[in-house]
Nanobody, 126 residues
Framework: QVQLVESGGGSVQAGGSLRLSCAAS??????MAWFRQAPGKEREGVATIYMAGSTDSTKYADSVKGRFTISHDPAKNTLYLQMNSLKSEDTAMYYC???????????????????WGQGTQVTVSS
């Protein structure tokens, strides 16, 4: 079992920045991800990381490319999501995920992840 605890959410004006953190009780494998869910919408993949060691690999949803950066600190078992140039449409509950059980090609799809945190709310006002 893996426990994931997100933090760092809050309210910010459009154009602002936030950094989300996800503390994991342990790493399950070399993959983790961030998802978000806005009211009335399905959960969508935002960013995912393959923690390969010297060079991590990352993938992003088109809607956040160039604005969000996923990273991790192995010494702290912590995943991060740096969010810059925030827009009102970024408003959502943000979740981290671990325990990939399918190809990393599908890592931005919800069903391939085993463990989820409780979420942290991000609200962007215009």
């Amino acid at each position: 079992q893996v426990q994931l605890v997100e933090s760092g959410g809050g309210s910010v004006q459009a154009g602002g920045s936030l950094r989300l953190s996800c503390a994991a009780s342990r790493y399950t494998n070399y993959y983790m991800a961030w998802f978000r869910q806005a009211p009335g919408k399905e959960r969508e993949g935002v960013a995912t990381i393959y923690m390969a060691g010297s060079t991590d690999s990352t993938k992003y949803a088109d809607s956040v490319k160039g604005r969000f950066t996923i990273s991790h600190d192995p010494a702290k078992n912590t995943l991060y999501l740096q969010m810059n140039s925030l827009k009102s449409e970024d408003t959502a509950m943000y979740y981290c995920a671990a325990g990939l059980r399918d190809s990393w090609n599908r890592a931005l799809q919800e069903y391939v992840w085993t463990y989820w945190g409780q979420g942290t709310q991000v609200t962007v006002s215009s």
